[in-house]
């Protein structure tokens, strides 16, 4: 049994053809809102925000609808450009990111990052950029009939497994232990050998906190676990060498932090002051209710948390030995291909420090390769993109001297 949580669709490194069940079941609303004493915290990229002290019973997946810059997450030296300012938006956008003394970490308040806006880096770095300075501007591919037929396969998957419950949250104390009841629920069943999908996962990795859902893990006629992600597509053809750098950087990372978790490397403070979580919290009567049906005694945040710490201590759960990703066809389900994923973790961790370097203010951020500059055709901010208008004034200047020569 799985309750569910507050979600939303996120931007695709694929675009509207590419979906990810992670990209629909994991993304939380927490991390946008500017902080106050008593509710709005700040979690983890998204388009919203899920602070609140009135009890909700939260269902997905939801688009979340914001009326203010501030509260989509557009932080306060960012909050008069519309999402219509055109070219003098650019240019703001780029001066004030030069001039920004914070971090996108903590300009954009965000106390985590989620493993497929990491990835999503892979794709165009500045395409995530965008999606936090300009949250309103309409996203090509949350709507699009793709994306709900894509939806539908993987709540599906999901189905064949466990059920869905829905839980009433009274604070955010609350989602975090049910991200973490499901966790539990699901230990007992790998250790028995069978499948579980829609597995949370979270940790520190190089110095910032990440989170994600692994899709599948599964164990092989060999003993091998099997981590296994699956893609949906459009055409009923494997993707391009560009898509497929992302998809592998995806289930790497997915399997550095599992691989954490289960090794015991996963730390009560890290997780708490990483989150801004109080231990002391108690738990929701929903929740606590939910915590009772799976057989655990619980009654604060700080229980719920011990407890998951103690458990994946001595689960005995081996590391992820294979990686996959599965692609299937939108419109019909169909198989399209599998591809299993090599794995270097000095070479993922590399990778894993140039994205991180951004978010923690050592660099400004990268628009794609001149060769890629196919991709800004799908993309919802083409039309404010300093990348691509910089590359537009170098190719007219070029043209100028060589008219004159």
């Known amino acids: 049994m799985s309750c569910s949580q ?11 053809e590419e979906i990810s069940d992670s990209e629909f079941l994991d993304i939380e609303l927490e991390n946008l809102q500017p902080e106050t004493p008593e509710s709005c915290d700040g979690l983890s990229p998204a388009l919203g925000n899920d602070c609140g002290t009135e009890s ?30 055109g070219e003098g938006s650019t240019v703001l956008l780029r001066r004030k990111r030069v001039l920004a003394e914070r971090s996108p970490l903590e300009r954009f308040r965000l106390r985590y990052l989620c493993v497929t806006d990491v990835c999503g880096q892979a794709w165009c770095e500045l395409q995530v950029v965008y999606g936090f300075e300009l949250p309103h501007v309409p996203k090509r591919e949350e709507e699009s009939p793709e994306v709900k037929a894509g939806a539908s396969i993987h709540l599906a998957r999901e189905l064949e497994v466990h059920d869905v419950v829905s839980v009433s949250a009274q604070s955010r104390e609350d989602r975090w232990a049910l991200k973490i009841l499901n966790m539990l629920s699901m230990l007992p069943i790998l250790q028995a050998g069978r499948r579980v999908r829609e597995l949370p996962v979270f940790g520190m990795l190089e110095g910032v906190f990440l989170v994600g859902v692994i899709d599948e893990l599964h164990y092989s006629h060999k003993g091998e676990l099997v981590l296994s992600e699956l893609k949906t597509r459009g ?7 560009a898509q497929e750098r992302s998809h592998h950087f995806q289930v790497r990372l997915y399997k550095l932090l599992f691989d954490s978790m289960v090794r015991g490397l996963l730390e009560r403070d890290a997780f708490v002051q990483s989150l ?8 929701g009567s929903g929740v606590m209710e939910h915590a009772q049906k799976l057989g655990l005694h619980v009654h604060t945040f700080g229980g719920v948390l011990e407890l998951a710490l103690m458990n994946l201590s001595y689960s005995e759960l081996p590391a992820i030995d294979v990686l996959k990703i599965e692609y299937c066809h939108q419109g ?11 794995f270097d973790e000095a070479g993922v961790r590399a990778e894993l420090r140039n994205h991180l370097s951004y978010w923690i203010g ?10 890629e500059a196919w991709k800004c055709r799908s993309c919802s901010f083409e039309e404010h993109c300093e990348w691509r208008r910089e590359r537009a004034e170098n190719a007219t200047a070029s043209n ?6």
Request: proline residues 12%.
């Open 235 to 241: 055409p009923r053809s494997l993707p391009g060498r």
């Open 362 to 371: 050592q660099r400004e951020p990268r628009g794609v390769d001149i060769e």
């Open 56 to 85: 909700e019973t939260v269902e997905g997946p939801l688009i979340p609808k914001t009326d203010s810059a501030e509260e989509a997450g557009t932080p306060p030296e960012l909050a008069g450009v519309s999402a219509g300012a």
């Open 6 to 16: 507050e979600q939303t669709a996120t931007r695709d490194p694929g675009g509207a």
């Open 276 to 283: 801004n979580l109080r231990p002391e919290q108690p738990l």
């Open 400 to 405: 100028q001297t060589k008219r004159f020569k």
């Open 332 to 342: 019909s389900s169909d198989a399209i291909g599998t591809r299993e994923v090599s």
